[in-house]
Each structure stands twice: as C-alpha cells, then as structure tokens.
C-alpha cells in the first residue's frame, strides 16, 4: 500500500486558505508564516530549558508590574524579530513593552498586538504556556500608524491565536472562517494540520477559576461558582475545578473538554487581571469562532471598545449553555 501523503502543513493550508481570495496579497499568510517560524524557535529553547540557562528572572519588571523571566525576553525578542523581518506588519504592541513598536514599514497594513510568552512563571515548574497573537489591519494607509490603530475593538480582528508549548507544541488560530489546529511534528519541524474545524462542546462539567480570590468575586459570579458545586447528578454537578495559571493551557482545555473559564473582577483586580489587546480579545475571537461566548459579564469581549494598549476586562469564556447559566446568574458590577 502506498504510504498516507496527504500532510496539510500551516504553510499548505496557508496557501489553501489564500487562494480563496483572489485579491489577497499574501500579506496576511507572511504574518502567519512569521507566527510559525518564532513558535518553533521558542519552542526549541523551551524544551531545553532545564539544561539551558534561561530559566529564573531576567532581573526586571515589566509594565504590567511582574517579574521578566528570561524566557520573556528570548520570547518577546524572536517574535518582534521574525514580524520585522517578514515585512507585513506596521507596528506591534507586545505585553512585555510599554508602548507599542515600530517596524519601519509603513507600507505595510497589518497590525499584531502579542503576549510573547503567557504564563511564563510556569516554565520553572514546566507547565504548559503559550504565545497569544492577535492581528489587525491599520485604521488608514492616508496617516502613519498611531497608538488609535490598535484601539479598535476586537470584532475587528482579522486573524487570531495561540502557540501552546504543552506536552506537543499546538498553533491554533482563526481568520474568522473557524478554528484549526496544527501540531508541531518536530522531526520534519513543521506544524501540520491536527485539529481541523475546532469546536468547543455546548455543555461541559469543569470550572476554571482561581477561587483564591472568591470572597471578593461579584456576588453574581458567587452565585454561578455555587450553582457548579452544587449537587445535582442530573446536570453533573458538581463540576470539576481545573485551573492551571497559564491562560494558553486553560483555554486549549476548555475549547477541547468544554466547560467556562473565568477571571473576574475583585478587590486586588478590580478590572480583572487579563489584558484586553493580547490576551482577551484573540482568545475571545477564537472562542466565538469555536461556538462558544466571550464576555465581561456585560458585553461580548469584542465588543469592548479599549482605552489604552495595556487594558485589562474581566472575562467569562467558554461552553454556550454554561455561559447563558452564568451570564443569567451574573447581576454585573
Ligand atoms: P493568577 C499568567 O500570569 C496569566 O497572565 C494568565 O496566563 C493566567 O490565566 C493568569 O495570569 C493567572 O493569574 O492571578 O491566577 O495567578
């Protein structure tokens, strides 16, 4: 029997997607391509971490107020660098940067707002984190890029997703046509086509929350946290309570298994702790594109117009009938 060829690699099911639009310039598709080639040289660092030095702190802080950790920086630095030299994009706005990043091509009419490396503080207890990615096109070629052409809410993303550094190496991402995933094959070093067509189950039984700070949650979030822990065999509560610290990997379960994700307002966080450009928004378009709702108790996440690039939302995200039973249940700030 002739061996299976029918290997859809990210960069074959680039050109697949491309060629469905006729006027596409192929910019986009270079961004992606960008996306793929930073994923695997961080990845190549991670899994080498505990016999390379760039475990521990890089010995500063970044704008968000927490430590930098090396493999940030290694991060943050092979994103910006394959973005610059792939020449599609006008400018970045990262998480490890307070102000958004020339790139020097002003011709160019894509945007990218990133968190270079998720959940960092788990790569010394080497759990899973994540890249998150988030792409836009500029406001007008007619003026030069401005700190207003990354305000724009997240429904006007063009393309969106994540890298999960887990037990494999994960690229999911949507261009507003669904969700696929690719997995990392490292002995030919190519993302291949593993996950088409995710969609996130209607129902789950799995709450995702660091209920550390739940005494201060909305008293509408209490209610609905209750209601999953209580007894009820015929709806299977009460739920299980995962809850891993790294966005990337609680959102890559949730998308799979089902179930809701939450960070929600409290007395430390009283707009929640996730950043809205770079975190919320790309996993919320994601989430919508996989079926599943996004919000901040009040409104879609991508309906959230930003006020700066470092914006933080509460967000509730996950299965449909578990977010219509929180969003019932949720009585807003
Ligand atoms: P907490 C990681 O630092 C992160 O930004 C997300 O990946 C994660 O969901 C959240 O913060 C964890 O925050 O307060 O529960 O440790």
Same mark, same amino acid.
């Given at each position: =029997? $002739?061996?299976?060829?029918?290997?859809? *690699?990210?960069?074959?099911?680039?050109?697949?997607?491309? @060629?469905?639009?006729?006027? +596409?310039?192929?910019?986009?598709?270079? $961004?992606?391509?960008?996306?793929?080639?930073? +994923?695997?040289?961080?990845?190549?660092?991670?899994?080498?971490?505990?016999? %390379?030095?760039?475990?521990?702190?890089?010995?500063?802080?970044?704008?968000?107020? #927490?430590?930098?950790?090396?493999?940030?920086?290694?991060?943050?630095?092979?994103?910006?660098? %394959?973005?610059?030299?792939?020449? @599609?994009?006008?400018?970045?706005?990262?998480? #490890?940067?307070? #102000?958004?990043?020339?790139?020097?091509?002003?011709? +160019?009419?894509?945007?990218?707002?990133?968190? !270079?490396?998720?959940?960092?503080?788990?790569?010394?207890?080497?759990?899973?984190?994540?890249?998150?990615? !988030?792409?836009?096109?500029?406001? /007008?070629? &007619?003026?030069?890029? !401005?700190?207003? &052409?990354?305000?724009?809410?997240?429904?006007?993303?063009?393309?969106?997703?994540?890298?999960?550094?887990?037990?494999?190496? =994960?690229?999911?991402?949507?261009?507003?046509?669904?969700?696929?995933?690719?997995?990392?094959?490292? !002995?030919?070093?190519?993302?291949?086509?593993?996950?088409?067509?995710?969609?996130?189950?209607?129902?789950?039984?799995?709450?995702?929350?660091?209920?550390?700070?739940?005494?201060?949650?909305?008293?509408?979030?209490?209610?609905?946290?209750?209601?999953?822990?209580?007894?009820?065999?015929?709806?299977?509560?009460?739920?299980?309570?995962?809850?891993?610290?790294?966005?990337?990997?609680?959102?890559?379960?949730?998308?799979?298994?089902?179930?809701?994700?939450?960070?929600? /307002?409290?007395?430390? %966080?009283?707009?929640?702790?996730?950043?809205?450009?770079? #975190?919320?928004?790309?996993?919320?378009?994601? =989430?919508?594109?996989?079926?599943?709702?996004?919000?901040?108790?009040?409104?879609?996440?991508?309906?959230?117009?930003?006020?700066? $690039?470092?914006?933080? *939302?509460?967000?509730?995200?996950?299965?449909?009938?578990? =977010?219509?039973?929180?969003? +019932?249940?949720?009585?807003?700030?």
């Amino acid at each position: =029997m $002739l061996p299976n060829t029918d290997l859809v *690699t990210l960069n074959g099911y680039i050109n697949q997607q491309e @060629r469905k639009f006729p006027k +596409a310039m192929g910019n986009l598709s270079g $961004l992606l391509r960008s996306v793929g080639l930073a +994923a695997r040289i961080v990845n190549r660092e991670l899994n080498k971490a505990g016999l %390379a030095d760039i475990l521990g702190d890089w010995g500063t802080t970044n704008v968000q107020g #927490e430590t930098v950790k090396k493999m940030d920086i290694f991060a943050n630095s092979h994103f910006i660098a %394959a973005f610059k030299r792939g020449r @599609r994009c006008c400018g970045i706005v990262s998480e #490890e940067d307070e #102000e958004w990043i020339m790139t020097d091509e002003e011709g +160019a009419q894509y945007l990218v707002c990133m968190d !270079s490396l998720d959940g960092s503080s788990n790569i010394d207890v080497n759990v899973g984190v994540g890249t998150i990615f !988030s792409i836009y096109r500029r406001l /007008s070629a &007619d003026h030069p890029v !401005s700190k207003l &052409d990354f305000l724009q809410k997240g429904a006007e993303q063009v393309a969106a997703g994540y890298v999960i550094y887990g037990t494999s190496t =994960m690229l999911v991402y949507t261009a507003g046509s669904g969700v696929n995933g690719f997995t990392l094959d490292p !002995s030919i070093g190519e993302f291949c086509l593993s996950h088409p067509d995710m969609k996130i189950p209607e129902n789950g039984s799995i709450l995702s929350v660091n209920m550390g700070y739940a005494k201060t949650f909305p008293q509408g979030i209490k209610d609905y946290i209750d209601y999953c822990l209580a007894e009820d065999k015929s709806t299977k509560r009460p739920y299980s309570v995962r809850y891993i610290g790294s966005m990337v990997a609680d959102i890559h379960r949730t998308l799979l298994k089902g179930g809701v994700f939450m960070y929600p /307002s409290s007395a430390d %966080a009283p707009n929640g702790k996730l950043r809205l450009l770079y #975190e919320c928004n790309p996993l919320s378009f994601i =989430m919508e594109q996989a079926g599943g709702i996004a919000s901040n108790g009040k409104q879609r996440i991508l309906e959230i117009t930003p006020t700066d $690039l470092h914006d933080r *939302t509460p967000i509730y995200m996950g299965s449909k009938n578990m =977010m219509d039973k929180l969003l +019932a249940l949720y009585k807003g700030w």
